[in-house]
T-cell receptor, first 115, second 112 residues
């Protein structure tokens, strides 16, 4: 299995508080992604990164920011958590192109509950 | 923007062949089509990918017609352990505006 870890694995927080999720990889892959997964919506891309300090928005980026200061770490921040951001968050990595034909390797996920 | 359509759910029985089709228009010309499998409480994992015609690996086959407007994942002789959600993934756009387009997922339930 690809070396991808996510922390925390579970988090309960209150509306209005900031939350940061961490994704760490040991594969030295160029691309990293943050997805959220909700019932009935499948996987939705929040943000992705194509290198250190290089990030771009996905389809559901409002309310989220990201940072990548090192190849191995990709942080997702919910600046002021809302109940609509209760979800399962997956990090993924891919080697070099970011294309659909390049295999993405997923982390174990983080379950976030915003009360 | 390319759009994908998959059945929301499917049922089948052990030992049967299961075919799941994803319709996708206007996908990136030179891009592969990829399928993923997801078990509960896990992240998706790669099953198979193809560009045209038929691809087979130890787990599944993938059929892609010449117009590439759809792809069909075929799981031969399914077992209970094939119960999962299956996603197709395609790409849209060129180098400057490329986007990944995920299908909404097909929940496959295999019955004994």
């Amino acid at each position: 299995d690809a070396g991808i870890t996510q922390s925390p694995r579970h988090k309960v927080t209150e509306t209005g508080t900031p939350v940061t999720l961490r994704c760490h990889q040991t594969e030295n892959h160029r691309y990293m992604y943050w997805y959220r997964q909700d019932p009935g919506h499948g996987l939705r891309l929040i943000h992705y990164s194509y290198g250190v300090k290089d990030t771009d928005k996905g389809e559901v980026s409002d309310g989220y920011s990201v940072s990548r200061s090192k190849t191995e770490d990709f942080l997702l921040t919910l600046e002021s958590a809302t109940s609509s951001q209760t979800s399962v968050y997956f990090c993924a990595i891919s080697e070099s192109s970011g294309r659909a034909g390049e295999t993405q390797y997923f982390g174990p996920g983080t379950r976030l509950l915003v009360l | 923007l390319a759009k994908t359509t998959q059945p929301i759910s499917m049922d089948s029985y052990e030992g049967q062949e299961v075919n799941i089709t994803c319709s996708h228009n206007n996908i990136a010309t030179n891009d592969y089509i990829t399928w993923y499998q997801q078990f509960p409480s896990q992240g998706p994992r790669f099953i198979i990918q193809g560009y045209k015609t038929k691809v087979t690996n130890e787990v599944a086959s993938l059929f892609i017609p010449a117009d590439r407007k759809s792809s069909t994942l075929s799981l031969p002789r399914v077992s209970l352990s094939d119960t999962a959600v299956y996603y197709c993934l395609v790409g849209d756009g060129g180098d400057s505006n490329y986007q990944l387009i995920w299908g909404a997922g097909t929940k496959l339930i295999i019955k004994p």
